[in-house]
Every structure is written in structure tokens, then in C-alpha cells.
């Protein structure tokens, strides 16, 4: 039997990661409906909001764990860390 890391800093690192999941459905799914009402500005406002809320979210999730993107989504440290850390997939637990 596997066992999961329930330690709070885990728990916090996957809490983290399940807002950046539920942002990105989210813009995924207003942009799949702006894709068909062009024109709606409550839409465009909605998907302006949760892409700042992304963002921010995104930016504070990169500082504490790494980043999230293996390029162009995010600058690179000193000595390169990309792989220190197992995938998300590699962790066990929620994801």
C-alpha cells in the first residue's frame, strides 16, 4: 500500500495546486463560451478576473514549490531545478 505525505506542507502544496486546476478549468471553460459569444462583455470580464486570479495564484505557487512549466512559462534559477523535484504525477495523493 502507498503511502501519502499528509504533512501540512504537502497539504498546503496540494491545496495550492487544486485552486490553480479549478482556475484553469475555469478559463478553459469561459474561453470555450467566448468562443461562441464573442461579444458578451460579462463574459470577458469574468475571464479577465479569474486570469488575474490565475496568475497571481500561479506566481506564489512557483515561489514556494518550483515552477509548474519546464520552459517559457517562467524564469529559471540558478543551479537548474527543474528536476529535482518528482512530477506532479510522482507524488502520490491528490494531484
Not at 15 to 35: I, P
Request: net charge negative; charged share 15%.
Amino acid at each position: 500500500m502507498k503511502k501519502y505525505n499528509t504533512s501540512p506542507a504537502a497539504c498546503n502544496r496540494e491545496a495550492a495546486l487544486l485552486e490553480l486546476q479549478q482556475l484553469s478549468f475555469s478559463l478553459v471553460d469561459l474561453n470555450l463560451y467566448l468562443d461562441t459569444h464573442p461579444d458578451c462583455q460579462q463574459g470577458i470580464s469574468d475571464y479577465n478576473q479569474l486570469f488575474e486570479q490565475y496568475w497571481e495564484a500561479k506566481a506564489s505557487f512557483e515561489m514556494l514549490y518550483g515552477p509548474l512549466n519546464n520552459f517559457g512559462h517562467c524564469p529559471a534559477s540558478y543551479p537548474w531545478s527543474w528536476i529535482n523535484d518528482p512530477w506532479p504525477w510522482e507524488r502520490g495523493g491528490a494531484v
